[in-house]
């Protein structure tokens, strides 16, 4: 098909990351670059706000979770980092992601919050404090009404699968925890597909994306 672009790094080793988060991509096996990782990382790493669309299984977590965990501060022990999923399987997986991929980072707390689970321990995970929160619309929606969840500190949001969340019903949900968030920040948004109302979501969370295209089969 096309030739690979010349202009992106191929291997994780010449993104200018943290050595530990470099040993320990290479600990986990992680060597080369997946298409959409190539293509959005520096963009991330950089600072930007990202669109990423690419077909499922093409590593988009690794591509916006090396960005958070680039940026986290550890010692400052604030949420940083809100990652949105449509659902609590596909946060349950992101979060296993960002946890392997900051096992060199001491003393990291990542937090799920999806609905269908009980609000007394996530209530109590909330007190003891968070870096970064995964979970679902609704639920961090409630959190937050319920003043359980400050989100006033977050520098990196991302709207993984966000096609589905709109497909969802999630769009109302989304506006309330947008207004929720400091203006100042960084937004990552991931979509398998892209429609009209993708493309206006975008235009009203992101500021100057870059858009980062993987056509399917790459
Ligand atoms: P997506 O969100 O695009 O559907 P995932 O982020 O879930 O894809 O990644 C799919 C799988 O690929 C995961 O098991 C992940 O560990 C693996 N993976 C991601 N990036 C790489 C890489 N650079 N090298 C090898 N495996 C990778
Ligand atoms: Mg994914």
């Not at 690419?54 to 690794?62: C, D, E, H, I, L």
């Not at 979770?65 to 809100?82: I, N, T």
Request: charge should be neutral; proline fraction near 6%.
């Amino acid at each position: 098909m096309t030739s690979p672009d010349t202009n992106h790094p191929r291997d994780f080793q010449s993104l200018p990351l943290e050595p530990a988060l470099l040993k320990n991509l290479e600990d986990l096996g992680y060597e080369r670059l997946t298409e959409i990782q190539a293509a959005a990382l520096p963009a991330i790493v950089e600072g930007r706000d990202v669109i990423g669309q690419a077909k499922t299984g093409s590593g988009k977590t690794v591509a916006f979770g090396l960005g958070l965990l680039h940026k986290l501060r550890v010692e400052r022990f604030r949420v940083q980092s809100l990652v949105l999923c449509p659902t609590r399987e596909l946060a349950d997986q992101v979060a296993r992601e960002l946890r392997k991929l900051a096992r060199a980072i001491h003393n990291i707390k990542i937090l799920t919050l999806c609905g269908g689970m009980p609000f007394g321990p996530q209530i109590g995970s909330l007190k003891h404090g968070a870096h970064i929160v995964v979970g679902t619309p609704g639920r961090i929606e409630d959190h937050l009404r319920k003043g359980n969840l400050d989100l006033s500190n977050v520098e990196t949001l991302v709207l993984d699968e966000a096609d589905r969340m709109l497909d969802m019903g999630f769009q109302a949900v989304l506006d309330q925890i947008l207004a929720e968030l400091p203006q100042q920040r960084q937004t990552l948004l991931f979509s398998a597909t892209y429609p009209k109302t993708i493309d206006a979501l975008a235009n009203r969370v992101l500021r100057e994306p870059v858009k980062v295209e993987v056509a399917a089969g790459h």
